[in-house]
């Protein structure tokens, strides 16, 4: 299995700034998963990350909005520009297994935007 | 990938086992049946996936319909720390490498 740490765990932010996540895997993936939870919601895609390649969004997510870096094999970051409560969530990470047929999930980080 | 259909909520008691049903009746033959659940301030984890037979591992089973239209998870006896969202998902075979998308799944509560 897959071992994913997220940071930060937990961040309050005003309004208007942004805030970067790292995702960090004990292994190297070709792709990454970057997913949004709402409160009281399920999980939605933002975008799949590949290295060496720019970042594919889902219908509804923008790249100004949630620019994503995946320098390397094991470590990728998404950033929440310039919020607004609204963006409120749970920001999870996620990665396939090696035989592709499961995931792994970060244990996500929780913002509050103020 | 096919849509499933779950109840919003369930309610066990401790130690009993637990039956979490899942529809899906436009599944294709090629679609795996897929269970995650999501404990509180938890990233979704993996339970247990099947394609026709019957599945068990250490956390669970699985319990396909002949027909492959529904599926039941099953817990054999709930414990307190098994409380969490359960996700039932179809994927398939061709999509392998590509994400899960997530249905609003079961709440689980195990009372003690």
């Known amino acids: 299995s897959a071992v994913i740490s997220q940071k930060p765990s937990r961040d309050i932010c005003q309004r208007g700034t942004s805030l970067t996540i790292q995702c960090q895997v004990d292994s190297q993936v070709t792709m990454m998963f970057w997913y949004r939870q709402q409160p009281g919601q399920s999980l939605t895609l933002i975008a799949t990350?590949?290295?060496?390649?720019?970042?594919?969004?889902e219908s509804g997510f923008v790249i100004d909005k949630f620019p994503i870096s995946r320098p390397n094999l094991t470590f990728s970051t998404l950033t929440v520009s310039n919020m607004s409560p609204e963006d409120s969530s749970i920001y999870l990470c996620?990665?396939?297994?090696?035989?592709?047929?499961?995931?792994?999930f970060g244990a996500g980080t929780r913002l509050s935007v103020l | 990938d096919a849509k499933t259909t779950q109840p919003n909520s369930m309610e066990s008691n401790e130690e009993e086992p637990v039956h979490l049903p899942c529809n899906h009746s436009?599944?294709?033959?090629?679609?795996?049946i897929h269970w995650y659940r999501q404990l509180p301030s938890q990233g979704p984890e993996y339970v247990i996936h099947?394609?026709?037979s019957n599945v068990n591992n250490r956390m669970a089973s699985l319990a396909i319909a002949e027909d492959r239209k529904s599926s039941t998870l099953i817990l054999h006896r709930a414990t307190l720390r098994d409380a969490a969202v359960y996700y039932c998902?179809?994927?398939?075979?061709?999509?392998?490498?590509?994400?899960?998308?997530f249905g609003p799944g079961t709440r689980l509560s195990v009372l003690p």
């Open positions: 990350a590949n290295q060496g390649s720019e970042a594919t969004y």
């Open positions: 998902i179809l994927r398939d075979l061709d999509n392998y490498g590509q994400n899960f998308v």
């Open positions: 436009t599944i294709s033959g090629t679609d795996y």
């Open positions: 996620s990665v396939p297994s090696l035989a592709k047929n499961i995931q792994y």
């Open positions: 099947g394609l026709t």
